[in-house]
């Protein structure tokens, strides 16, 4: 199966679901929704395993997976299952804050955590300050941070500062513009989730 046709069938499931459960089914929609149609498994190789999930969520695939198993749609229920191995780590994170963490590059494999000699604090420090106030409006951020990436001259150590700052992680990146990739990333995630959680609230519990 292939991600936006996976999106759809998530949508699907969250018409009959209850409130919490179809947000969330949403939610997880919208990621899959995002940038070219692929397989799961082509997908998944480009997302990053969770420290944390939102339990619920997993039951949900897990019975969905299961149900598909049962009624003969066996790739079906193998896609559900291949996107079940970014559920890592332990429950108890929010599916907003889920969705945002595996929307994230993968670290690089064999790369451990680094001390960067020349990371300026100071510099990622007025970075992530001129940055901050327009955090929830992308078209702005994209727009400020192009600017101070032409105007303030910074090598992958700061950057990767000025990426685990605003996103908050602890990652090391191989290049700038993977910390740079990593940090829209996060952008576009959160202006993703205002809208649809707006949307929900308006339609409220049935």
């Given at each position: 199966?292939?991600?936006?046709d996976?999106?759809s069938?998530?949508r699907?499931?969250?018409?009959?679901a209850d409130?919490?459960r179809?947000?969330?089914?949403?939610?997880?929609a919208?990621?899959?929704d995002?940038g070219r149609?692929?397989?799961i498994?082509?997908r998944?190789?480009r997302?990053s395993p969770?420290?944390?999930?939102p339990?619920?969520?997993?039951?949900?695939l897990d019975?969905?997976?299961?149900?598909?198993?049962?009624?003969?749609?066996v790739k079906?229920s193998?896609?559900?299952?291949?996107?079940?191995k970014?559920?890592t780590?332990?429950?108890?994170?929010?599916v907003d804050?889920f969705?945002?963490?595996?929307?994230l590059?993968?670290a690089?494999?064999g790369?451990g955590a680094?001390?960067?000699?020349?990371q300026?604090?100071?510099l990622?420090?007025d970075?992530?300050?001129?940055?901050?106030?327009?955090?929830d409006?992308?078209?702005?951020?994209?727009t400020?941070?192009?600017?101070?990436?032409a105007?303030r001259?910074?090598?992958?150590a700061?950057?990767?500062l000025v990426a685990?700052?605003?996103?908050?992680n602890?990652?090391t990146?191989?290049?700038?513009?993977?910390?740079?990739?990593?940090?829209?990333?996060?952008?576009?995630?959160r202006?993703?989730?205002?809208?649809?959680?707006?949307g929900?609230?308006?339609a409220g519990?049935q």
């Amino acid at each position: 199966m292939h991600t936006k046709d996976f999106a759809s069938a998530l949508r699907a499931f969250a018409a009959i679901a209850d409130f919490d459960r179809s947000y969330e089914l949403h939610r997880l929609a919208a990621v899959l929704d995002r940038g070219r149609d692929e397989t799961i498994a082509a997908r998944v190789k480009r997302m990053s395993p969770s420290e944390q999930y939102p339990g619920r969520l997993k039951e949900t695939l897990d019975a969905i997976a299961a149900g598909l198993h049962a009624s003969g749609a066996v790739k079906a229920s193998s896609s559900v299952r291949e996107l079940l191995k970014i559920f890592t780590g332990r429950p108890g994170a929010s599916v907003d804050d889920f969705c945002t963490a595996i929307c994230l590059p993968p670290a690089p494999q064999g790369v451990g955590a680094r001390r960067f000699k020349s990371q300026n604090a100071a510099l990622a420090n007025d970075i992530c300050s001129e940055l901050t106030p327009y955090i929830d409006d992308a078209d702005v951020f994209r727009t400020r941070l192009d600017a101070l990436i032409a105007a303030r001259p910074a090598g992958i150590a700061t950057w990767t500062l000025v990426a685990n700052r605003l996103v908050g992680n602890n990652r090391t990146y191989r290049d700038r513009k993977s910390a740079v990739r990593a940090i829209l990333n996060y952008i576009e995630a959160r202006s993703l989730i205002a809208p649809l959680a707006r949307g929900l609230e308006l339609a409220g519990p049935q």
